[in-house]
């Protein structure tokens, strides 16, 4: 199977990379840094800058997976719109270039997050559930979505996931914990009882792999362990795992000061729980916090 990767070099993209290759799959990752695919991802996977080098070699499967990252600085601006064209502008490049194709692919599997329902508080949120409040972040997510339905008209199966926050040890949000926690200067953030759905970085490279070859799965689902937990529990078992306490909070008004409008991704939550994955009947490999960030802080 030959799979077109968006993002493939990010955290998620050089796992799927490793993975699909391994299994005998042909990859290439559309990317900014051509050159440096093979390097960042693994030997053998085809980097390309721009959609016309494929010319009309058939692509089966078309991972969308591209954009800025949303926690890496304020939401000035400037930063806003970059968020936004590394998400919607670049999925509607691809749309056009899949409009193109003589042969189409089969699937676009489409990155969203679970920051598309907005602050959930105590709502349990199955991917049936509608936005429950309007943030930037949840403004993001849903026109990303949109832009990616666009190719059902195509006669593509669309599938969108909404990512939780990822366990690993390669990097995303754990890494930038670790060091105030090793120092002892991790804690609660706010209040700590805002829910923090996660996942471990194995339980979401096989949803992807599972949902590609699932004829039958179409729309959202919720890429996000069973059990979602409490900031303040989250960590709490993060101190025990690094055998540290984790009991100096960080207060809200704090956190807006520092970065504005982005404090509601940490100071709001999800309470989401993957139904259709479970549905579909998709196993998780990591449905317990502890087991995961153990399994994890083997690797760092």
């Not at 601006?77 to 502008?89: G, P």
């Not at 792999?209 to 709490?236: I, S, W």
Request: net charge neutral.
């Amino acid at each position: 199977m030959h799979i077109l990767l968006t993002g493939g070099t990010g955290l998620i993209g050089r796992q799927l990379c490793r993975h699909w290759l391994a299994q005998g799959h042909r990859l290439t990752v559309w990317s900014r840094r051509p050159a440096q695919v093979s390097e960042l991802c693994a030997t053998g996977v085809r980097g390309i800058a721009t959609l016309e080098e494929l010319g009309q070699d058939p692509v089966d499967a078309v991972i969308n997976l591209a954009g800025a990252p949303i926690a890496d600085r304020p939401w000035t601006r400037k930063r806003k719109m970059l968020l936004w064209s590394s998400r919607i502008t670049l999925t509607e490049t691809l749309l056009a270039w899949l409009e193109s194709r003589e042969q189409k692919p089969s699937v676009l599997v489409s990155g969203s997050a679970v920051g598309w329902y907005g602050d959930g508080g105590e709502r349990e949120l199955t991917e049936d559930a509608a936005p429950v409040s309007e943030d930037f972040a949840s403004h993001l997510c849903i026109a990303w979505e949109e832009t990616a339905l666009r190719a059902q008209a195509l006669g593509i199966r669309v599938v969108l996931v909404r990512t939780g926050l990822v366990l690993s040890a390669e990097g995303g949000f754990l890494s930038r914990l670790l060091l105030p926690f090793k120092l002892a200067l991790g804690g609660p953030i706010g209040n700590g009882r805002q829910w923090m759905p996660w996942i471990h970085i194995q339980d979401q490279i096989a949803l992807i792999d599972f949902l590609v070859h699932e004829n039958a799965a179409t729309g959202p689902y919720n890429a996000c362990a069973p059990h979602p937990v409490r900031n303040a529990e989250f960590a709490k078992t993060l101190g025990r795992v690094l055998h540290r306490p984790a009991v100096m909070p960080m207060p809200a008004f704090v956190l807006r000061v520092l970065l504005g409008e982005m404090s509601q991704l940490l100071l709001g939550g999800q309470r989401a729980t993957p139904a259709r994955l479970l549905e579909a009947g998709f196993t998780f490999q990591f449905t317990d916090l502890r087991a995961a960030l153990d399994d994890v802080s083997a690797r760092l």
